[in-house]
């Protein structure tokens, strides 16, 4: 276990095996994403009460229950990163928040062109978007404090303070529909009963959540790799991978 | 198929313009973030590459042997 985690830990190892999974998380992530997305363009029958505008949820839930997932890894990531320091934990951290970015940018423009039509409304300041849109701001101030810093070390210690404190908006986002009165619907899955919804309809969005987590599996992968290669183009294993292609 | 014909799936009975600037923005989005990412990290390596590069030759050049340094005029073409 321990011997793991401190392969983990290695840069060198995570870009050996990273290089080999990443074509496979790409292929079945845009597989799974596409099938979910057609199923529930062409094929899933319309909703009695919303008619077809519905048929934003299946790209509307991936991209909102991963823009808060993201948000959980980064901050177990900001925890080792503080308590172990752990150097890729930070490489993560840095390499996923503009993509936590642009999910949580796509889950608040899709969840308002949704409104138009169903609530009549773009946008109104309800607890479940308020803390989405915190949550925006949340990323694009961790990308701006990062790039504030320049000492690698400070700014990755500061950056993990404020991915952990901001880790509070995650529970409000979730419950904020039971706590509150809200505009928005309650949550589609949940993991202790069945879905409310007939099979035809959330079979697919399963689908095209999971192709929507592998493909972030992938350019979490890639975007480390990067991050890696360019910390470390001092190390002999990084001149070795740059000039003969091989690590 | 949920559709009756092709323009019923486009027009999706008006909400058409809604579902599918989503799922335009989305798709849009999801690219350019995915080509972004490769084309940082092929920039990264080939930054790497020139770097090294510079080093071998300032290295070689370093280690050519050299006469002691003298101040004597050479003329060197400027074209």
Not at chain 1, 64 to 80: D, E, N, P, R, W
Not at chain 1, 107 to 120: D, E, I, M, R, S
Not at chain 1, 166 to 186: A, C, D, F, M, R
Not at chain 1, 193 to 205: D, I, Q, T
């Amino acid at each position: 276990m321990w011997q793991f985690f401190h392969k983990l830990g290695s840069p060198k190892w995570f870009f050996g095996i990273s290089t080999r999974f990443m074509p496979w998380l790409l292929m079945s992530g845009i597989l799974l994403l596409m099938a979910g997305v057609v199923w529930g363009l062409a094929f899933a029958p319309k909703d009695y009460l919303q008619g077809n505008s519905y048929r934003i949820i299946f790209i509307h839930v991936p991209t909102a229950f991963m823009a808060q997932s993201v948000y959980i890894m980064m901050a177990s990531a900001a925890l080792v990163t503080l308590v172990w320091r752990m150097k890729l934990a930070d490489v993560f951290v840095k390499a996923v928040t503009p993509v936590g970015l642009v999910l949580t940018f796509l889950a608040l423009f899709t969840g308002a062109v949704w409104g138009k039509p169903t609530w009549g409304t773009w946008w109104i300041w309800d607890a479940r978007l308020t803390s989405m849109l915190i949550l925006l701001f949340l990323y694009g101030g961790v990308i701006a404090l990062d790039r504030a810093i320049n000492d690698e070390k400070s700014a990755a210690r500061a950056v993990a303070v404020l991915v952990l404190v901001g880790v509070v908006n995650i529970p409000i986002i979730k419950y904020s529909v039971e706590w509150w009165n809200t505009l928005h619907q309650p949550a589609t899955f949940k993991l202790t009963e069945k879905p409310s919804m007939p099979a035809e309809m959330w079979v697919p969005l399963l689908l095209s959540v999971l192709g929507l987590y592998l493909i972030f599996g992938w350019l979490a992968c890639i975007r480390m790799q990067t991050e890696i290669l360019s910390r470390e183009q001092r190390t002999r294993w990084v001149k070795e991978f740059v000039m003969k292609g091989k690590v | 198929m949920a559709f009756d014909s092709f323009a019923a799936f486009v027009s999706m009975e008006g909400h058409g313009p809604y579902v599918w600037a989503c799922y335009a923005v989305f798709f849009v989005l999801m690219i350019v973030l995915m080509a972004g990412s490769v084309r940082s990290r092929d920039a990264t390596i080939e930054s790497c590459r020139r770097r090294y590069e510079l080093q071998a030759e300032k290295s070689t050049v370093a280690a050519a042997p050299t006469t002691s340094a003298s101040f004597a005029r050479v003329n060197v073409s400027q074209d």
